[in-house]
């Protein structure tokens, strides 16, 4: 004599996560240009040149002590921003463009990590020493001590290597993916590309702000994109149950 023994039912249930791919879109969105936008009004307000000695940069800076507190500050941006800025625009094109995306990326987020990680922020050791009253002489042997070590030099070279190839190579991929206007990835371009040549710190400054408008054509693309084409959706959970 056999028995069988009932199959028992297995429900299978799905439960599929949080979507917030919209929320990433848009912060992307929002923050892309606003490094380039921040450092160019650095630039223009600073009252010396980008390249002037620290002797020079001290005595400007003494003799323009209420700026002090405002050019400490708006370099922060640029610092926070500028790699999740540079990251959002290779992901605008890395489909559209992936080689050239590629390369960019690679370039521009390698140095701005080593030039960030390396290199001095803010404040600048010339504010300080004027709004503490330190030996100028002394820190100018310091200052220059640092800014003369390899691992330095270094920083940046990667640094300025990410500004004038990666930046521009994002550019070129951002004008060939037509997700934007095609003017904003050539001022992305042209805008990383000129900056260590601009004759004059208000010059620069008025270049980043080109370079912010590029960026800002990444702004656009995002926000035009559909969630399902900036990103996989969430993963999907499974749970069974008898």
Do not use: C, K
């Not at 001290?58 to 500050?73: F, Y």
């Amino acid at each position: 004599m056999s028995t069988t023994t009932p199959a028992t039912a297995v429900a299978t249930t799905s439960t599929m996560g949080p979507d917030v791919r919209g929320f990433w879109r848009v912060l992307l969105a929002v923050i892309v240009p606003l490094p380039m936008l921040f450092m160019g009004f650095q630039y223009i307000l600073s009252p010396i040149d980008g390249g002037a000695s620290f002797e020079a940069t001290v005595a400007a800076s003494a003799a323009n002590q209420e700026r002090l507190a405002l050019l400490e500050w708006l370099p922060v941006p640029f610092l926070i921003l500028l790699v999740p800025a540079t990251y959002a625009v290779a992901w605008v094109t890395r489909r559209s463009t992936p080689r050239l995306t590629t390369a960019g990326a690679l370039i521009a987020l390698t140095g701005l990590l080593a030039g960030f990680g390396i290199l001095g922020g803010t404040p600048h050791p010339a504010y300080v020493t004027v709004r503490q009253g330190l030996d100028v002489a002394t820190v100018a042997r310091l200052d220059h001590a640092i800014g003369q070590h390899p691992i330095t030099l270094l920083g940046g070279l990667l640094f300025i290597l990410a500004i004038t190839i990666g930046l521009p190579l994002l550019g070129i991929a951002l004008w060939r993916s037509r997700l934007a206007p095609g003017w904003m990835g050539i001022a992305l371009t042209l805008g990383g590309l000129t900056h260590p040549f601009m004759p004059g710190h208000v010059a620069s400054g008025l270049g980043l702000i080109v370079t912010a408008a590029g960026f800002a054509g990444a702004s656009v693309a995002l926000l035009r994109m559909r969630n399902e084409d900036f990103d996989l959706p969430p993963i999907t959970s499974r749970h069974s149950s008898q």
